[in-house]
């Protein structure tokens, strides 16, 4: 298929990129071999290495340091080499309006705008966040260069590279906060000369064979210039939905034919190494914060035979316990009664319950990374706790891929 350029915007470590990409490795689980019918499961293979899309990464954006140091190793190692701007979206979009920077024109933007302002675990400012597009407080806030308003500027990107179909993501608690949803919408719906932006729509990862009880409203609009009439009216009907459809059931579903049982903990987590047998930076990683008592957030074992937590970026060390200790209520006696310690999610853990493949190495000392930061076990919690699970971009993806010749007729 021909290739198909991508912009990616508040990129993080990778995980929409990864999964826009394919081409990496998740369990064998996490695949629906009657809806996924391009991958081939081999029997008893724990496994399985997705192929890649048409789709090739070749620009992307985050402000933090370590979004960089993690992403740009990762994705050299795999081929992907492409540009990656440190600069806030801010900065680099009024450079644009001067003619002083130049975004390429692509086919598709993607981008996660910061979530924190919409999310249900902290403040919920939405538009009126008290941060700057740098995440350092202002109190002249709010405007549209706060952190609650960067869709905005996502806007204005899209302005700028024209793509055929833009998709961006956020959290769930943004669809219950006021108007800010519909508001969204419209102002996407007014980008250049019209996009047909369709009502968003909440995914949760748990349906497309990720581990995790995390859901994500997804916003998709597509360039009118490239639709034909009738095009138009299949999309706003929903007799062409470009969303993809759930390979997996949940645990408080019912069983559906065609479905396959949701993954598991258990299932991703069964082949590691403790911590001090492995030799995996990643799975040595692990934060020593203590029990502070079940009304602090973070403080609850994970299920082995149910979906894991949502990986959370603003943890402050209380990511889920591993293994709580049986004073506390932890239901794993038996194996620490076998010798395994009561313990939190390494950085492994946390990275395969969000599917990122082993392969990368989200600990590296600072002689890898120019000798003047390291990626430590906090860090990487909070870059893959802010990431999209890559498999879930991967059904994203391979959705419009299927859809792409179908939709751009023109």
């Known amino acids: ?14 995980g929409m990129d990864l999964g826009f990409e394919g081409g990496f490795i998740v369990n064998s689980k996490s695949l629906n071999p009657g809806i996924h019918t391009d991958i081939i499961l081999k029997k008893e293979e724990l496994w399985t ?6 789709f090739k990464i070749v620009f992307a954006n985050d402000i933090l340091r370590e979004a960089k140091a993690s992403y740009v190793p990762f994705f050299e190692n795999r081929g992907s080499k492409h540009i990656f701007e440190s600069e806030s979206i801010v900065d680099l979009v009024k450079k644009a309006e001067t003619g ?38 202002d ?8 952190r609650g308003q960067l869709y ?19 959290v769930k608690g943004l669809v219950t906060l006021g108007d800010v949803k519909k508001i969204i919408e419209r102002d996407f719906r007014s980008v250049d000369d019209g996009y047909l932006v369709l009502n968003a729509k909440v995914l949760h990862a ?17 360039n009118k210039r490239y639709l034909s009439k009738e095009i138009i009216e299949k999309l706003e009907n929903g007799h062409l939905d470009p969303y993809p459809s759930p390979t997996h059931y949940l645990p408080n579903q019912e069983p559906k034919q065609g479905l396959k049982k949701y993954v598991s903990v258990s299932d991703v987590l069964c082949d590691l190494l403790e911590p001090d047998e492995a030799n995996d930076p990643a799975q040595r990683a692990f934060s020593k914060a203590k029990f502070y008592g079940k009304h602090v957030q973070g403080q609850t074992e994970v299920n082995l035979s149910a979906l894991g937590p949502t990986i959370r970026a603003e943890h402050h ?13 932890g239901k794993y006696a038996g194996e620490i ?5 009561p313990r939190r999610l390494t950085v492994r853990e946390c990275a395969r319950i969000q599917t990122f493949p082993d392969d990368y190495d989200f600990i590296r000392p600072a002689t890898e990374l120019g000798g003047e930061f390291s990626l430590s076990g906090s860090n990487a919690y909070k870059v893959i706790g802010n990431a999209v699970p890559p498999l879930m971009g991967y059904n994203i993806a391979r959705r419009l891929e299927l859809l792409w010749d179908d939709i751009f007729q023109k």
């Not at 290495?49 to 048409?54: A, C, E, G, M, V």
Request: one cysteine or more.
């Open 1 to 14: 298929m021909t290739s198909k350029k991508v912009l990616s915007l508040f990129s993080g470590c990778g």
């Open 49 to 54: 290495k997705l192929p890649k899309t048409s």
């Open 100 to 137: 002083s920077y130049l975004f390429p024109k692509v086919d598709v933007v993607i981008g996660g705008f910061p979530c924190q302002d919409f999310s249900l675990a902290g403040k919920r400012k939405g538009f009126n966040s008290h941060k700057s597009h740098t995440g350092k407080i």
């Open 139 to 146: 109190e002249e806030m709010p405007n549209e260069e706060n």
């Open 152 to 170: 905005i500027w996502m806007r204005k990107v899209i302005e700028f590279s024209k793509p055929k179909v833009f998709i961006a993501e956020n």
């Open 206 to 222: 748990g349906n497309f064979g990720v581990p995790q009880s995390r859901e994500r409203v997804i916003f998709i609009g597509f």
């Open 317 to 329: 060390g209380n990511i889920e316990f591993r293994r709580l200790p049986i004073e506390f209520g």
């Open 337 to 341: 009664e076998s010798g395994k310690k």
